[in-house]
């Protein structure tokens, strides 16, 4: 559970007090379970909420008040239909965790079927010394996208050979759309993109190196006509170095679209860095964040960059409890202001300031 007080100062010149979660650590809720089949093998299972606590009506708030911005975020997402409309018919309990069932063969390695993070993910979160948390530049309306889970999917984990690990996902794709007539809830099956995750790591003493490369197809009912077909590739190779007095982290990245249909191109090129210092009970972490636009996707502006600055300070009060203090300067001056909405109006330009600033003090516990 983590719940923070924010203040904001954001786009347009705009200003907010807000008590908030997930500062540091996501709010999360998991029930895994493991039978022994005997011979090696064994039978598992994750079931995994991530409920809002402090938004009991269900309105949550939203940092950035972005709203054509979420369609920048999916161009390099994985599933680009869980941020359309088309996420209101997700069946089952919705609790936007990593939730699979899986047979784990001991030397013939693991398979795994459910909603499941990708390696790619994983590879970004090896080097995000701030996590996903505010300071990080991960999400929606943020520095870089969200590729965090695809649904519908299966993965294959083999087994690791001297500190060498590789995963493979695939995300089925739905070409129809079928149920009751004016329905939006109930009788649905999404249409979702193609997606083939490529993870690859390697871990030895205090050096992890990850890569992922993460491919999204759009399907013919899945996307307008022109992006009919086309691809979206984001690949992530970091790596991260515990020498105990500090612990760095370094990440490069790209993230690009083709497709003989498309009106306009995606290429950007993503850098991080980061640095957490122990200090006893204390922590000092600092990060930053860039993505280099190119391209002519129309959400961006060519040539430009976004970036984002973070910096924490925590300190532990037991085993599973501690407080902080997170500061984010995140400029989008990269982005197309028009992507934003600013009390109710679309902003025409960067006049009023593209930088947006969150001072946030709160408390993490672990249950």
Known sequence: MDGNYQAISNLGGQTTNQVG???????????????????????????????????????????????????????TAINAAQFTSAASAQSGLVGKGMSWVGLNAGNLGE?????????????????????????????????FGDITRVESSVRYNAPTISGINVSLQRGVDNQAQFGVVGSTSTGLTLRRPEVTDLGIGYTQGPLALRYGRLQSKATDNESTATA?????????????YDAGVAKFGVLMGSAQNKGSALTTKLDNKWSLLSVTVPMGANRVIAQTGTVK??????????????????????????????V????????????????YVVNNAVLANWT???????????????F
């Open 21 to 75: 979660q997930n500062g540091a650590r996501t709010t999360t809720v998991k029930l895994n379970g493991t039978e022994d089949l005997g011979a090696g093998m064994s039978a598992n299972f994750q079931f995994e909420v991530q409920p809002s606590f402090i938004a009991g009506n269900g309105n949550a708030f939203s940092t950035t008040q972005a709203t054509g911005f979420t369609a920048v975020t999916t161009s």
């Open 111 to 143: 398979v795994q079927f459910g909603t499941i993070n990708t390696a790619t993910f994983g590879a970004w979160a090896n080097a995000s010394g701030l996590g996903t948390g505010i300071g990080s530049g991960y999400g929606s309306g943020n520095t």
């Open 228 to 240: 009919v077909g086309a691809t979206t590739t984001t690949q992530i190779t970091s790596a991260a």
């Open 293 to 322: 636009v190119n391209g002519t996707n129309a959400s961006y502006v060519q040539g430009k960059s976004l970036t984002s600055q973070g910096i924490a300070l925590e300190r532990d009060l037991s085993k599973r409890t501690y």
């Open 324 to 339: 902080y203090y997170r500061y984010e300067k995140t400029d989008f001056a990269g982005a197309a202001a028009g992507t």
């Open 352 to 366: 009023s300031g593209s930088t947006r600033k969150i001072n946030s003090v709160g408390i993490s516990h672990a």
